[in-house]
C-alpha cells in the first residue's frame, strides 16, 4: 500500500499524456481537412478549374463562313472530353461541369452611360432550367431555318436571338421581338433580336455563378462605373451566334468547380499534382486546333494551405515533444521515489539469495502492467474524442514509465549487496569518483550537442523542412514530424534547447548553495545554517531540478507561443484591411467618393478617412520582365497620416513621392520574389494610351496579401496624365466600425475586428492555439507534480534530521522554515530561470517556426511576452512549497521521538 500513491501518479501520467499525444494527431487530420475545405472555399472563383478550346473552323469551300448546326454537340463534346481529361481522383472532387460559350464584350448603343452586353450558352446536360414568361426559347434565324448549309461572308450582321431575364428586360424596356442596339469594340452593329423573357427555375443553380449578367444587371463587370447585361442563348441559336462575329470571336469554356466538402488532406495533396500536370500538358493559347487548354489557381489555393499545414503540424510538434520530455522526466521522478521507498526491501531480498534477473522482471511486470493499463485507458479516451487515435506519439513516455522502475530498482538492489570494497588507497578513490563525472559529463555533453545540432537544423532548413510539401512524411499524416520523421530533429530544438539549459542550472546550484551555507555560517541565524546545510545536501540530485526548470520553461514557451502567435492575428488583421474599417465602393458609388468620404469623416468616432485607388492586376514593366502588381493611388501625405494614427508601421519613404524624379513618377514599390526593387525604373502600361515612366524610390508598405505592390501619389500620378479613380476608403478611429457600416450600402464594408476574428477563428488557428493552451496547462500540472514528488522522495532524510533537531529544543515552527530552506533553493532556480530559459529559446527559435503562415503578416510576428502568465509561472513553485511543507509537517507530527531516536527513520 505504500508505494500505491507513485503507482497511481505514474497512471495518471501516462493516461493523461497518452490521451494528449494520441488525440491531437488525427485532431490535426481533421483540422487539415477543414483547412484545406476552407482555403477552396475562401478562393471562390480561384480555385475553379477552367478548359478552353477553339471552336473548329467553319470555313465554306467556296469562300464565306458555313452555319454548323451542330454546335451544341461540340460543346457537349468538349464538356465530356474535359470530364475525362480531369482523372478519377480530381473528377470526384468536383462539381458537374458547366460548359459555356460567350461572346466578346459589346457596347450598348442606345445612349446609356457605359453598358456593356454579352451574349452566353450555358449548359450542364440538364440546365440551367428556365420558365418563359413572354416569348419563346430563341430559335434559329430565319434565314437559316429550311434545312439547307448556309453561307454567309465573313463579318456579315447575321441575325441572333437570344433570351432576356426580367431584370434585364426592365432595365433595357424592351419586349420579345425587339432588336437591342449593340456595336462591337471595331464598330460593327450587331443584329441580335429577344426571342422571350425568362425566369430561372432555380436562380442557386451553380451555372448562374459563370454569367450572373444573364440573371440581373452587374456593376463594375467591366471597370469603374460600367453595368453589364447578357442574353442567353439557346442551343439552337448558339450557331447563328457563332456566325454573327469573328471566325475566333466567341470563347468555348468549361467550368469545373471544387465541391470543399468532398476535399481532404490527402486528396489534395494528389489533386494539386494533378492540376499541376494539367496545366504542363496544356495547349498553348494561341494553338486553333481544339486542344485543352487548362487554367486554373487551385493548385496555388492548395500549395498555401499545403504550407499552412505543414508549419501547423510542425508547431503541433513542438508542442507535443515539449510535453513529453516534461513527462518522461516526472516519470524518472516516480520511479526514483519508488525505489527510495523499496530499498530496504530489495536489499533484503538479495541478502535472502534473490536474483537480479529475477528482481528484474518482477518489477518489470509490476511497471509494465500499471504502464500498458494506464496507456490502455488514455487511448481509449482517445478514441472517444479522435476514432483514429494513435499510440506513436506515446510510445516514449509508455517506455518511460515501463522501464524506469525496474532499472532504479535493479541497479539499488545491486548496490546495496555488492561486495566491492572501497579502496584504501586515496589516489583509487579519485579514480572511481573520476570516472563517475566523467560518465555525467559524457551524458551531459551528448544532450548538449543534441541540442546544439537541433537548433543548427533548425536555423538551416526552419521547422519545416525544405522541398517537402508542407512538411508532410506521407500521405494521411499532417503531422509529420512525429518520431522517426524527417522534420524530428529541428521540432525538438526548443525542447532540447530547455533541457540543455536546466543542466547548465544544474551544475550552477551546488555552487550556489555552497556559498550560501558559508555565509550562513558566519551569521547567528541557527535556521539559516540548518537550511543552508540541508539545501548544499540534497542540491546535487539531477531529477528534481531538471523536471522543474525543464517545466516551467516549457511552459513559459508555450505561453510566449501564444501571444505571439496572438499579437500576429492582430498585425495581420491590421495589415489585410490597412486600417480600422475599409469600404471597397461599387461602381456605382465610386462617382460619389469624395461626398462619401466627408460624410464618414464627419462620424463620431472617425479620425481619418483616406481615400485611394486600388487595382489588382495592373501591369508593370521593368527592363527585362513585366510584372502583375496591385496599383496603389493616394495623398501620400494622408496616408502616412493614416499609419501614424494604427499600429502599422511608418513608412518615412512617402515623403519622397512627391519630389520630381528626373520627369519620371516616384513609387515606393514591394516584391515577394524581388521583382521589383528600389532603385528600378518602370512603365506603367494603359489601354489606348502611352506608358507612364516610373522611378522606385523606396519600399512600400504591405498592402493586403498583395506580394507585388506600387504605391504612388495621386497628385503626382495626376500630373502624368492619369487621374486616379479612388474605390477604396481606409478609415480609422474607434468609430471607424460604426461609421463604415452605416454606409455598407455604398459597397463592401471590411471591418478589422471582423478579420481578426475570422482568422482567429480559422482551423490551423484556432486549433493550434488551443493546442499552447492544453500544453501549458499539462506543463505547469507536470511542475507541480515534480515538486511533490521530488519533496516526497527526499521526506524522510529531512524530517529525520529535524525531528532529532527537536530534540535539541528546535520548534515544530521552526522545523518548517528549515524545510522550506532546504526546498527553496532548486525551486526558486526553477522558478526565476526558466521563465527567462524559454523566453530565450523563443527568441532563438520563432524566426523559424514560420508563425507568418498562420498569422497572415509579410514577415513573422515580433516576440510577444504574456507578462502574466510569466508571473504566474514564478509565482506558483514557491506557493506549492509554501502548501507543501505544512502538509509534509502535519503528516509526520504523529512520530514520536523516540521511534525516531531507536529506529533511525523519519
Not at 578513490?429 to 570516472?435: A, E, K, M
Not at 533541457?499 to 558566519?522: D, E, K, S
Not at 510577444?864 to 509565482?875: I, K
Request: proline fraction near 7%; charged fraction near 20%.
Amino acid at each position: 500500500m505504500a508505494d500505491a500513491g507513485p503507482l497511481l501518479l505514474v497512471a495518471v501520467v501516462v493516461a493523461v499524456v497518452t490521451l494528449l499525444a494520441g488525440a491531437v494527431p488525427p485532431l490535426l487530420r481533421a483540422t487539415a481537412d477543414a483547412a484545406v475545405q476552407d482555403a477552396v472555399r475562401r478562393a471562390g472563383d480561384d480555385a475553379d478549374i477552367l478548359v478552353h478550346a477553339s471552336l473548329e473552323p467553319d470555313d465554306g469551300a467556296l469562300g464565306g463562313r458555313v452555319r454548323a448546326p451542330h454546335l451544341a454537340e461540340d460543346v457537349d463534346g468538349l464538356r465530356t472530353r474535359a470530364t475525362d481529361g480531369l482523372g478519377p481522383g480530381l473528377r470526384a472532387a468536383v462539381r458537374p461541369p458547366v460548359a459555356s460559350v460567350t461572346s466578346p464584350i459589346l457596347k450598348l448603343t442606345d445612349g446609356s452611360v457605359l453598358r456593356t452586353f454579352q451574349l452566353t450558352y450555358l449548359t450542364t446536360g440538364s440546365g440551367p432550367r428556365v420558365t418563359w414568361i413572354s416569348g419563346g426559347p430563341p430559335r434559329p434565324a430565319e434565314a437559316s431555318m429550311h434545312g439547307a448549309a448556309v453561307t454567309v461572308p465573313d463579318g456579315a450582321a447575321w441575325q441572333v436571338q437570344i433570351g432576356l431575364s426580367e431584370a434585364d428586360a426592365a432595365a433595357l424596356g424592351l419586349r420579345p421581338g425587339a432588336r437591342i442596339p449593340l456595336m462591337d469594340d471595331q464598330g460593327r452593329d450587331k443584329n441580335v433580336q429577344i426571342s422571350g423573357i425568362f425566369r430561372p427555375a432555380d436562380a442557386t443553380d451553380p451555372a448562374w455563378r459563370l454569367a450572373p449578367w444573364l440573371l440581373r444587371p452587374v456593376s463594375g463587370a467591366d471597370g469603374v462605373g460600367t453595368t453589364r447585361l447578357g442574353g442567353l442563348l439557346s442551343a439552337e441559336s448558339l450557331p447563328d451566334a457563332r456566325l454573327a462575329f469573328d471566325r475566333d470571336g466567341l470563347r468555348r469554356t468549361v467550368t469545373f468547380t471544387p465541391d470543399p466538402g468532398r476535399l481532404t488532406w490527402d486528396a489534395a495533396q494528389a489533386i494539386a499534382t494533378t492540376v499541376v500536370a494539367l496545366k504542363a500538358n496544356s495547349g498553348s493559347s494561341g494553338a486553333l486546333d481544339g486542344s485543352l487548354k487548362w487554367e486554373t489557381a487551385l493548385d496555388g489555393v492548395l500549395r498555401k494551405v499545403q504550407a499552412q499545414v505543414g508549419a501547423a503540424s510542425a508547431q503541433a510538434s513542438v508542442l507535443l515533444i515539449s510535453v513529453l520530455l516534461d513527462a518522461v522526466l516526472v516519470l524518472l521522478l516516480a520511479a526514483d521515489l519508488l525505489t527510495r521507498r523499496r530499498a530496504p526491501a530489495l536489499a533484503a531480498a538479495r541478502q535472502r539469495g534473490a536474483a537480479l534477473p529475477g528482481l528484474t522482471c518482477e518489477l518489470l511486470l509490476e511497471s509494465a502492467a500499471v504502464a500498458l493499463t494506464a496507456a490502455a485507458a488514455g487511448l481509449a479516451l482517445a478514441r472517444t474524442l479522435a476514432p483514429d487515435a494513435t499510440w506513436e506519439w506515446a510510445l516514449p513516455v509508455v517506455l518511460a514509465a515501463a522501464a524506469a522502475g525496474p532499472a532504479f530498482g535493479t541497479l539499488a538492489a545491486a548496490r546495496a549487496t555488492r561486495d566491492r570494497r572501497v579502496p584504501a588507497n586515496r589516489a583509487a578513490r579519485r579514480r572511481i569518483r573520476g570516472t563517475g563525472r566523467l560518465r555525467r559529463l559524457t551524458l551531459e555533453a551528448a544532450v548538449l550537442v543534441a541540442a546544439v545540432a537541433a537548433l543548427v537544423a533548425l536555423y538551416q532548413r526552419g521547422i519545416v523542412p525544405a522541398g517537402s510539401s508542407g512538411g508532410t512524411t506521407g500521405p494521411g499524416s499532417p503531422l509529420g514530424t512525429g518520431p522517426g520523421g524527417g522534420g524530428a530533429l529541428p521540432a525538438s530544438a526548443p525542447a532540447l534547447g530547455v533541457l540543455a539549459g536546466a543542466i547548465v542550472l544544474l551544475r550552477l546550484l551546488p555552487a550556489g548553495t555552497r556559498l550560501a551555507l558559508r555565509q550562513a555560517l558566519r551569521s547567528r541565524r541557527p535556521l539559516a545554517v540548518f537550511g543552508s546545510a540541508r539545501a548544499a545536501e540534497t542540491s546535487a540530485r539531477v531529477l528534481p531540478l531538471l523536471a522543474l526548470a525543464t517545466a516551467t520553461a516549457l511552459a513559459s514557451f508555450t505561453l510566449t507561443f501564444d501571444a505571439t502567435a496572438g499579437r500576429g492575428l492582430t498585425d495581420g488583421a491590421w495589415r489585410a484591411v490597412g486600417a480600422d474599417a475599409r469600404l471597397d465602393l461599387s461602381p456605382a458609388a465610386a462617382s460619389s467618393t469624395p461626398e462619401l468620404a466627408r460624410h464618414i469623416a464627419a462620424a463620431p468616432g472617425v479620425r481619418q478617412v483616406v481615400p485611394a485607388e486600388v487595382n489588382d492586376g495592373t501591369r508593370v514593366v521593368t527592363d527585362s520582365v513585366a510584372v502583375t502588381a496591385r496599383l496603389v493611388v493616394a495623398d501620400a501625405a494622408a496616408y502616412r497620416r493614416l499609419l501614424g494614427a494604427t499600429p502599422l508601421p511608418d513608412v518615412p519613404a512617402l515623403t519622397r513621392l512627391t519630389a520630381a524624379g528626373g520627369g519620371d513618377v516616384p513609387v515606393l514599390v514591394r516584391s515577394g520574389d524581388g521583382s521589383l526593387r528600389p532603385g528600378m525604373r518602370l512603365r506603367l502600361l494603359r489601354n489606348a494610351a502611352p506608358a507612364i515612366r516610373l522611378v522606385a524610390v523606396g519600399t512600400a508598405p504591405a498592402v493586403g496579401d498583395a506580394e507585388e505592390v506600387v504605391l504612388v501619389d495621386a497628385s503626382t500620378l495626376a500630373a502624368a496624365g492619369r487621374p486616379a479613380a479612388p474605390n477604396t476608403l481606409w478609415v480609422a478611429g474607434p468609430g471607424a466600425a460604426r461609421a463604415v457600416s452605416a454606409n455598407a450600402a455604398a459597397g463592401k464594408a471590411v471591418l478589422r475586428a471582423d478579420v481578426l476574428r475570422a482568422s482567429s477563428a480559422a482551423p490551423l488557428t484556432s486549433g493550434l492555439l488551443w493546442l499552447a493552451w492544453i500544453s501549458t496547462a499539462t506543463l505547469v500540472a507536470l511542475g507541480l507534480l515534480g515538486l511533490a514528488l521530488g519533496a516526497a522522495a527526499s521526506a524522510p532524510e529531512r524530517w529525520q534530521t529535524l525531528t532529532r533537531l527537536r530534540t535539541l529544543g528546535l520548534r515544530p515552527r521552526d522545523a518548517r522554515w528549515v524545510a522550506a530552506g532546504e526546498l527553496l533553493p532548486p525551486v526558486l532556480v526553477a522558478a526565476v530561470c526558466g521563465p527567462l530559459l524559454g523566453v530565450l529559446l523563443a527568441r532563438l527559435t520563432f524566426d523559424s517556426l514560420a508563425l507568418r503562415l498562420l498569422t497572415g503578416q509579410a514577415g513573422d510576428p515580433a516576440l510577444a511576452l504574456p507578462w502574466w502568465g510569466l508571473g504566474l509561472l514564478v509565482v506558483a513553485l514557491p506557493a506549492a512549497v509554501a502548501a507543501l511543507v505544512p502538509i509534509e509537517s502535519a503528516l509526520r507530527r504523529r512520530r514520536r521521538l523516540s521511534e525516531v531516536l531507536r529506529a533511525g527513520e523519519g
